[in-house]
């Protein structure tokens, strides 16, 4: 099956229609139905009108980081520090970092902006003055190696000095930071939220258990392979930026004897996917979900709108097929709310 180039996952989007705040309450956001022969207008808390026995909902359960830190180098000029994953076990590091600095949850990667004007070795202080961290050795795409002083922990620096990071294209500051967090949010793994996940409440998950389906839970640990855009033409040249992803057996199991797997999200797909391709249950994972690829688990898609030309648009085009544009076009012409805060939408797989 030839794949088609970037440009045919491109659209028009009125500005207006980029979502700069979170819906309230949360299930209010409209529902764009499309698992039928005519679409469906319905707000997200009606998904329990739409489910019963036999459908297992999937959901992400990772938390957002405070990945964001404004430091400065010595000299004061201000640096960006975008904190992104845990550094693996014996990945290279600069030999500015000592081993102290080399021990687990001490040592990430992270954007560092401006990334030239920062050596390796480059200790970066806060705004009193106290060294937070040293930036090690450049490892491409613009990520760099950054390890907390003395041994400390990542997470203790990034509570200490971060913030919860929001898009670029959300200009309104956010009153309540767990508004960017899912109400099922657990182990801080993430520097961008599930956010297909953001709609539900408990209560409106205990209303679709009470309604028979059952909900799991699985972990991807979502970063650079799910926000960074795709910067080739030939999307069969585009290279995910591998992402953590753990599925406990059980849940495999449960969407093994499944009548139908929903997945809330495109990172819970992902984690399913990578699962049942790799045969792995947690690892990294690399996967990129494009046109003629055969989904093994997942039946149905609750998710959000994404960005043009985006590996997420390019996934739904995966699952969906052709009619993911159809789709688009009707919401955009009823005013549908866009992105990490917008509106949602439910389609099936593409048989």
Same mark, same amino acid.
């Given at each position: 099956?030839?794949?088609? $180039? ?17 819906? &309230?309450?949360?299930? $209010? ?10 679409? @469906?207008?319905?707000? +997200?808390? *009606?998904?329990? !009108? ?10 992400? *359960? ?17 640096? !960006? ?27 990430? %990667? ?7 004007? +920062?050596?390796?070795?480059? !200790? ?9 961290? %040293? ?21 203790? +620096? ?20 767990? %508004? ?23 209560? #409106?998950? @205990? ?8 909900? &799991?839970?699985? !972990? ?30 059980? /849940? ?7 009548? %139908? /797997?929903? @997945? ?7 984690? #399913? &996917? ?12 690399? #996967? ?27 996934? #739904? ?5 052709? &009619?993911?544009?159809? =789709?688009?076009?009707?919401? =955009? ?6 992105? $990490?805060?917008?509106?949602?939408? =439910? ?5």
């Amino acid at each position: 099956m030839a794949v088609p $180039s970037l440009d045919a996952f491109d659209y028009v989007l009125p500005d207006e229609l980029i979502a700069q705040y979170p819906a &309230e309450p949360r299930d $209010s956001a409209r529902l764009l139905d499309a698992t039928a022969q005519t679409v @469906a207008h319905r707000r +997200v808390r *009606d998904i329990a !009108e739409l489910v019963g026995p036999g459908d297992v909902l999937v959901v992400n *359960d990772t938390r957002v980081i405070p990945a964001r830190l404004q430091l400065f180098k010595p000299t004061g000029g201000a640096v !960006e520090v975008f904190l992104l994953d845990e550094l693996d076990r014996g990945q290279p590091t600069s030999g500015e970092l000592t081993s102290a600095e080399t021990t687990r949850d001490a040592t990430w %990667r992270a954007l560092v902006r401006p990334s030239r004007r +920062v050596p390796d070795g480059t !200790e970066l202080v806060d705004a009193t003055g106290t060294v937070v961290l %040293r930036v090690g050795t450049a490892l491409g795409d613009g990520v760099r190696v950054v390890a907390a002083r003395g041994g400390a922990s990542m997470l203790a +620096v990034a509570h200490a000095h971060g913030e919860v990071p929001l898009p670029p294209y959300i200009n309104v500051p956010l009153a309540d930071a767990d %508004r960017y967090q899912t109400v099922y949010s657990r182990n801080e793994r993430s520097v961008a939220a599930p956010t297909a996940g953001l709609h539900f409440t408990d209560e #409106l998950l @205990a209303a679709c258990v009470a309604r028979g389906a059952q909900v &799991e839970r699985v !972990e991807l640990a979502v970063g650079l392979g799910t926000f960074r855009p795709i910067l080739v033409d030939d999307i069969d040249d585009h290279t995910m930026h591998g992402e953590w992803f753990n599925v406990a057996p059980a /849940v495999l199991d449960a969407c093994a004897d499944a009548d %139908r /797997v929903i @997945a809330i999200g495109t990172t819970s797909v992902r984690a #399913l &996917e990578s699962a049942a391709v790799t045969g792995a249950t947690s690892g990294v994972t690399d #996967l990129f979900i494009s046109p003629g690829y055969a989904f093994k688990v997942v039946d149905t898609l609750f998710t959000n709108f994404h960005q043009p030309k985006s590996s997420l648009l390019v996934m #739904l085009s995966a699952f969906a097929g052709d &009619e993911w544009r159809s =789709i688009y076009e009707h919401a =955009i012409a009823q005013q549908y709310r866009f992105f $990490s805060f917008g509106d949602a939408m =439910i389609v099936n797989r593409k048989a």
